[in-house]
């Protein structure tokens, strides 16, 4: 699914099937961009001022202190798209070591009841991470995402 050129970006994308969920009932779950945490496991996602000189709304994501050290992101929303039900970000300041990251999410329908999830990425090579590392993290990530989503509008419809 996912690419490692010899060129100077890598490129990513995972995707994850929903068989009972349609579209329509996951796409409000995914496009508040300040609710990541509800949908992921870190502990802290919310709207911070914009960075200087990055026009966008910015959200702060983070995880708990482990050894007194806190993994957090900065990330800004590019656009949005409700017909086409996607998103794009970028980071843009964090401690992870990402480097002209931009992320798209994209909510797909694919039968009657089901839909996709897709989540691509480019960004430039990590000093910290593998491209098989980053993208086996991005494909975990989508598959808890996945399984919220499914319980939380499994509960919805009860």
Not at 100 to 112: A, D, R
Not at 129 to 158: G, H, P, R
Request: overall charge negative.
């Amino acid at each position: 699914m996912a690419e490692e050129s010899k060129a100077s970006k890598w490129e990513g994308k995972s995707i994850v099937e929903l068989q009972s969920t349609s579209a329509n009932q996951t796409w409000p779950l995914l496009e508040d961009f300040f609710n990541l945490h509800n949908l992921i496991p870190i502990d802290t996602c919310y709207q911070v001022e914009s960075v200087e000189g990055h026009p966008g709304p910015t959200r702060y994501c983070a995880s708990a202190p482990k050894d007194d050290h806190v993994l957090w992101v900065k990330e800004r929303l590019l656009a949005v798209d409700q017909g086409q039900r996607c998103f794009s970000y970028d980071v843009v300041d964090g401690n992870l070591g990402f480097k002209n990251y931009v992320g798209t999410i994209k909510v797909v329908p694919s039968s009657l009841e089901g839909c996709k999830i897709e989540w691509s990425f480019v960004c430039d090579p990590m000093e910290s991470w593998s491209f098989k590392d980053l993208n086996s993290y991005i494909d975990s990530t989508l598959q808890f995402m996945a399984k919220k989503i499914e319980l939380a509008c499994s509960k919805a419809s009860v």
